[in-house]
């Protein structure tokens, strides 16, 4: 790919230190950087590409031979500069991404182009090309992938670079050629139906124009012009490739397609009309830059929940709908009002609720265990700075059977914003003693960039996630993470500073979960888990009961919990373990060696434990058991749901109703109404209230705890206080309820900096996340 | 396949033993001298928890353990009507219950669980521990975590050190409240702090800490009475 009529590359080759040094912050001019950068801080970051992620994608065309594990990329790059000055500069991401550096220059370079290129494994790349002569820049992808090479000469390439670039295209700032160096060359155009511009409101030959132009969102922001299409002699076919992304309304930022409205569309526009129908808009300069911001990495979409392109998307409604009016197209009928308590909402609260659902038929599944350890720097904190070393790095693994076979581990970073995704350790054998088994880096010094022995890149700037993966077989049995901050102090977490879990286990029975049936006489295990989110130790008194009955489980046995460095992941630690057997109050009581034995009348019993430190009780938790009696097999209602004719009313509120509460919400919402009128409105309906379902669901559980300051966890136990959800795997599940629900918890608090913008969005992750887990339960 | 007459003298053996229970109850009553209505009240629902107790009716093979509901349902509808089993009317039993405008169906929960729960005190001491008010007694009835008897025998132990005067002040209805909560607050049914709860104490520690959560409350309501 071969650019002109640009600057090329410019700016310094910048080596490490000197990047080190400034911060990883860039100036406009400085493209060499920026391109090989990965995520680096550029001034302009309005600038199309200027982020980096871009051109990452050049890399995973690529296939070059000779990968050892996974799949090897590749590119290079040259370019001419204004002065003279040529460079070749070498990209590898096998899975770790490295960089040629210094790059080759000068004639060097040129004779490279001219000839071949000869890694360090002596992969050799023939080239055979000219160098350039234009200003500009070229990116070579040895080596192209098999789909890529499909998608070229299918037109599925062209037909791609069509639907994304025809503005740019037709004001001429862009201009594309696909050239094989045989018989195939093809210039991309605008497709045939927007070629007729400047647009007018014209109605002729079957087609219908019409443009909206200068339409004020308030807040200074416009849209330049709306452009509306309709051809009845047109249909999707006559989109290169049948592309279904030109029926609808595109909307292009810097002249480049994001996104299609359609879906929204489906009211005004009739199912037999939307191949005929096309649109586009056009944003002014101020809302370009405004809309940059709320653009997805992959410039595939805005944020939707953003106000202002709610009102964008609002005004194309609008539009659309003035359009068809004129058209004379019928508006589509609406589906019936749903019933109150639909069937998706019952499925959805028997899967989580935990004593509705009844006894396993299958054995619990086996538990593999996994830690990552290394030592900090600085002990108060997780930080690393890049030069400096992780201490110790090990991952620690423990198998459900002895001396299991083909076992590896491996180690993955990501970047929490970004979400670039290096890898750290490839996967390594391990090697098992009876069930344990671990695997010892020794000290890790971080770098930035190219990491050589006994270091690790971590390229940028910020929180990371590092995952540890067991894999047995080819399958990943269990994964872990941990956060660390590289080249910046963690921010201060209002978490409470412990926090404490329970979890049974039916010894006797294994097929049976702890919160099933128990009977007397069985001997199940009890774990006290607590986690110390304070960096000090912390001694505490575990002191564990049932409600009236007089023999305690624990009462006041003291556990030292260890500190956890600021913005890390606090482990799990065991305050209490032991095993229980129940029997009943007016028998003798059992002979069991090793294990508690307390007496209880058979029923519904709540297992209450607090952890007390300096006389106060620092965390607590209840967990529910059913002593010699089945759980009851009811359904679990926290709330009722109640769509209300009112179109006032937000998207869902939850509501106070005497001694109960409803969930509402208007069964006049645009999006519901929009969703009953598609082709499936009781899909549509379905996915809109278990969407608002699981939101409200996640708020009934942390209310309680944001206005007691964190004590009243009830709600929260009965959604996320039990074992995992049938169908989900623990870990998907711990994800969720010890990082995800965790940091929802922390900023919707009343002292947290910035609390609704930050919840808001967590709270969103968090429900989708939880629809996610329920939709995949059956696969 | 079933017919009722196959249980007929189970149902009229234990309908006898119903009526033995009622009896006994308003014998207890009757036995013992009150003074304002209230006080009436209050040893009424002693003495129907005792003799409800050494009846031994909740332990018969007819229920299961957790039906007592069904067996409240039965003796409040017995002391509604007033019919024995010998199909005599007795007019004493209706005033073991309170009087209610509605249905018998309703589940006089507060009279027979409670007389029960309120007999694990002897009258004597049940009438310090609450000053003689029923009102007091659901007060800290329906405190699950501090009804236990433990709590009530130190609380019972506490006010014995205290003059007849100032017991009487507190256990007016509104003081008695206020420490009702204190020892709920300090002892709460679930939530933090709900793992160790007054049944889990040494008798000795648990009135220690009674007092330490009551005296000063005392001091500051013995402070704040009117003059007698």
């Known amino acids: ?779 | 396949m079933f017919g009722a007459e196959e249980h007929r003298p189970a149902a009229e053996a234990f309908d006898r033993e119903i009526d033995d229970m009622l009896d006994r109850a308003v014998k207890l009553t009757e036995s013992v001298e009150a003074g304002t209505a209230g006080e009436r009240d209050f040893i009424r629902r002693w003495s129907l928890g005792r003799a409800l107790r050494a009846s031994q009716l909740q332990k018969s093979d007819n229920f299961e353990p957790d039906e007592d509901k069904i067996l409240w349902e039965a003796l409040s509808i017995k002391c509604q009507n007033g019919i024995r089993s010998s199909g005599k009317h007795e007019p004493r039993w209706r005033d073991l219950i309170p009087e209610r405008d509605s249905a018998p169906q309703r589940i006089e929960r507060d009279v027979f669980a409670g007389g029960l729960w309120l007999q694990e005190q002897d009258l004597t001491d049940a009438s310090l521990t609450f000053g003689a008010s029923l009102t007091n007694a659901r007060g800290l009835h329906r405190r699950h975590a501090v009804s236990n008897i433990n709590l009530r025998t130190a609380l019972h132990q506490w006010l014995k050190t205290y003059d007849e005067t100032s017991r009487r002040t507190l256990t007016r209805t509104k003081n008695f409240e206020t420490m009702a909560k204190a020892l709920a607050k300090r002892w709460p049914g679930r939530g933090p702090g709900s793992a160790k709860q007054p049944v889990h104490y040494e008798q000795d520690v648990l009135n220690d800490e009674l007092r330490r959560v009551l005296v000063p409350l005392a001091a500051e309501l013995l402070a704040d009475a009117p003059p007698q």
């Open chain 1, 1 to 779: 790919m071969t650019d002109s009529g640009t600057h090329g590359l410019r700016g310094p080759v910048l080596p490490q230190e000197q990047l080190q040094q400034r911060g990883y912050e860039l100036d406009d001019e400085e493209n060499w950087a920026a391109f090989e950068g990965q995520g680096f801080t550029k001034s302009d970051g309005a600038a199309l590409g200027s982020r980096g992620q871009g051109k990452s994608a050049f890399l995973y065309h690529s296939n070059p031979p000779g990968a050892v594990r996974g799949r090897r990329m590749m590119m290079l790059y040259d370019t001419l500069l204004e002065k003279g000055e040529y460079r070749l500069g070498v990209r590898n991401a096998n899975p770790a991404d490295e960089i040629k550096s210094p790059p080759y220059s000068g004639n060097e370079a040129r004779s490279i182009i001219r000839d071949r290129y000869t890694d360090n494994t002596d992969l050799e790349i023939d080239l055979s090309l000219d160098p350039l002569q234009e200003i500009g820049t070229r990116v070579i992808i040895p080596y192209l992938s098999n789909d890529a090479v499909d998608a070229i000469r299918n037109g599925e390439l062209a037909a791609w670079l069509q639907r994304c670039w025809w503005r740019a295209i037709q004001t001429k700032d862009l201009e594309i050629v696909i050239d094989d160096g045989k018989s195939h060359r093809q210039e991309i155009r605008p497709p045939s139906w927007w070629r007729n511009e400047p647009w007018e409101n014209t109605s002729s030959n079957g087609a219908t124009v019409r443009k909206r132009e200068s339409i004020d969102l308030g807040n200074g922001l416009r849209i330049k012009r709306i452009v509306l299409m309709y051809d009845e002699n047109l249909g999707l076919g006559d989109a290169t490739g049948g592309d279904a992304q030109f029926g609808g309304v595109q909307l292009l930022r810097g002249r480049q397609w994001i996104t299609t409205i359609s879906r929204e569309l489906s009211e005004f526009v009739p199912k037999e009309r939307r191949p005929g129908f096309r649109g586009f808009v056009e944003f002014d300069q101020t809302l370009e830059k405004e809309l940059r911001v709320l653009e997805d990495p992959q410039h595939t979409g805005f944020d939707r929940y953003n106000k202002t392109v709610q009102a964008i998307y609002r005004a194309v409604e609008d539009t659309v709908e003035g359009f068809a009016q004129e058209l004379g197209w019928r508006r589509q009928k609406q589906a019936p009002e749903p019933e109150r308590q639909p069937e998706i909402i019952q499925k959805f609260l028997r899967w989580i609720a935990p004593n509705a659902r009844g006894p396993k038929s299958s054995p619990t599944p086996d538990k593999w265990e996994c830690k990552i350890g290394y030592t900090l720097p600085d002990s108060q904190k997780a930080r690393v700075n890049w030069g400096e070393h992780l201490g110790d790095v090990r991952v620690s693994v423990v198998s459900p059977a002895a001396f299991p076979m083909d076992v590896s581990i491996s180690l993955e970073g990501i970047h929490v914003d970004g979400g670039e995704a290096v890898s750290l350790i490839r996967e390594t054998p391990l090697d098992f003693f009876e069930r344990d088994g671990e695997a010892r880096f020794g000290s890790l010094k971080v770098v930035r960039d190219t990491a050589g022995d006994g270091q690790i890149a971590l390229p940028r700037q910020g929180r990371w996630e590092l995952t540890a993966r067991v894999h047995q077989g080819g399958w990943i049995v269990k994964s872990a993470s941990r956060s660390i901050y590289i080249h910046e102090d963690p921010p201060p977490r209002e978490l409470k500073p412990l926090t404490v879990s329970i979890s049974v286990e039916n010894r006797t029975r294994p097929d049976r979960r702890g919160s099933d049936r128990i009977d007397y006489g069985d001997r199940v295990a009890v774990q006290i888990n607590a986690r110390n989110n304070t960096p000090d130790d912390i001694l505490t008194d575990v002191t564990a009961s049932i409600p009236d009955v007089e023999k305690m489980i624990s009462n006041s046995i003291s556990s030292r919990l260890k500190g956890t460095p600021g913005g890390d992941t606090a482990d799990r630690q065991a305050a209490w373990v032991g095993d229980v057997v129940f029997f009943r109050p007016d028998e003798i009581p059992p002979d069991v060696p090793g294990a508690i034995t307390i007496p209880v009348e058979a029923g519904r019993k709540r297992l209450n434990v607090d952890l007390i430190a300096d006389g106060d009780v620092c965390a607590w938790a209840p967990y529910t058991l059913h002593i010699a009696i089945d759980p009851a097999n009811r359904d679990w209602e926290p709330f009722q749901l109640q769509g209300l004719p009112d179109e006032d009313l937000p998207r869902w509120q939850l509501k106070e109703v005497g001694e109960e509460q409803e969930l509402w919400y208007s069964l006049d919402y645009p999006t519901l109404r929009k969703l009953l009128q598609t082709d499936d409105p009781k899909a549509g309906r379905d996915a809109f209230l278990l969407e608002i379902y699981c939101e409200a669901l996640i708020q009934w559980a942390l209310g309680p705890i944001w206005s007691s300051n964190g004590n009243d966890r009830e709600n929260y136990d009965e959604v996320f206080g039990a074992e995992p959800p049938d169908g989900v795997e623990p870990e998907k599940w711990e994800r969720l309820v010890e990082v995800m629900i965790p940091d929802l918890e922390a900023a919707g608090r009343k002292n947290a900096q910035n609390p609704y913008q930050k919840a808001a969005l967590l709270h969103r992750q968090c429900a989708g996340e939880l629809m996610r887990l329920f939709e995949q339960r059956d696969n």
